[in-house]
């Protein structure tokens, strides 16, 4: 019976830990970074739609996080969604008309770029930015 009950617990610390560890993504045009789970912390910067969060805990409506940076934060709950995102980690990168270097260039894409993950194939993922404007980027260029 104890090994039981300590299966069971086991379980539950171990889902936790994957819930706290959840990746979201901005869904608004513009958010606001907080220094605290409030309104009434300051204002550290604005990301805008499609950022990725990874959450590292959670406080009534708000999440904590941390960035591709390693920058933390909070952000409202409300605000964000659970579908895949990705954000850009190289000074500037091709963004290609499809899934390999074979395909012309549809856009470039600077560092700190945010998008929405459409598909993937392989080592490419197609994204689309919040301007509708979409593409294939290698994975390695991106967090």
């Not at 009534?60 to 409202?76: A, C, N, P």
């Not at 260039?105 to 993922?125: S, Y």
Request: hydrophobic share 40%.
């Amino acid at each position: 019976m104890k090994r039981c009950f300590f299966f069971i617990i086991s379980l539950m610390l171990m889902s936790a830990g994957i819930a706290s560890a959840a990746r979201v993504t901005v869904d608004v045009s513009t958010a606001n970074i907080r220094s605290g789970p409030g309104t009434q912390y300051d204002l550290l910067w604005k990301v805008e739609r499609y950022h990725p969060l990874n959450v590292i805990k959670t406080s009534g409506d708000w999440y904590q996080f941390q960035d591709f940076e390693g920058d933390k934060g909070w952000i409202q709950k409300s605000i964000v969604r659970d579908y895949p995102s990705v954000i850009v980690i190289k000074n500037k990168c091709n963004v290609r008309s499809g899934p390999g270097e074979d395909f012309g260039i549809a856009f470039t894409a600077e560092k700190g770029v945010p998008f929405r993950e459409l598909e993937r194939k392989g080592d490419w993922i197609q994204i689309q930015h919040a301007d509708g404007e979409k593409g294939w980027i290698n994975k390695s260029l991106v967090w």
